[in-house]
């Protein structure tokens, strides 16, 4: 079955960087939409970045424009979220998701199938 596991969270300073790595095993990475998202105390998961299945275009929420970056290794089936300048407003736990599916619903949870445990970031100001 798919299996997707998150690393690199951690605890940063305002304006650092940090690079998470979501791991993927019992799926082709190039098959699907590889989705971030983040939910932060007492609020709503919410979407941060796809990388979508058919022709691997980016996509992210405006709140992270020009800061983050998702990417992935093929060859190592993994997929990694780049944050820089990092803002304490980005702490949260972040989600790696896995979607089979193409469209435009990379925005919504319930789009997605599979989904990891999570890492937590936090931003100290």
């Known amino acids: 079955q798919v299996q997707l596991v998150e690393s690199g969270g951690g605890l940063v300073q305002a304006g650092g960087s940090l690079r998470l790595s979501c791991a993927a095993s019992?799926?082709?990475?190039?098959?699907?939409?590889m989705g971030w998202f983040r939910q932060a105390p007492g609020k709503e998961r919410e979407f941060v970045a796809v990388?979508?299945?058919?022709?691997?275009?980016?996509i992210y929420v405006d709140s992270v424009k020009g800061r983050f970056t998702i990417s992935r290794d093929n060859a190592r089936n993994t997929v990694y979220l780049q944050m820089n300048s990092l803002k304490p407003e980005d702490t949260a736990v972040y989600y790696c998701?896995?979607?089979?599916?193409?469209?435009?619903?990379?925005?919504?949870?319930?789009?997605?199938?599979?989904w990891g445990q999570g890492t937590q970031v936090t931003v100290s100001s």
């Open positions: 019992g799926l082709i990475l190039s098959n699907y939409a």
């Open positions: 990388l979508t299945r058919s022709s691997g275009s980016t």
């Open positions: 998701a896995a979607s089979p599916y193409q469209g435009g619903n990379y925005y919504q949870v319930q789009w997605y199938g599979s």
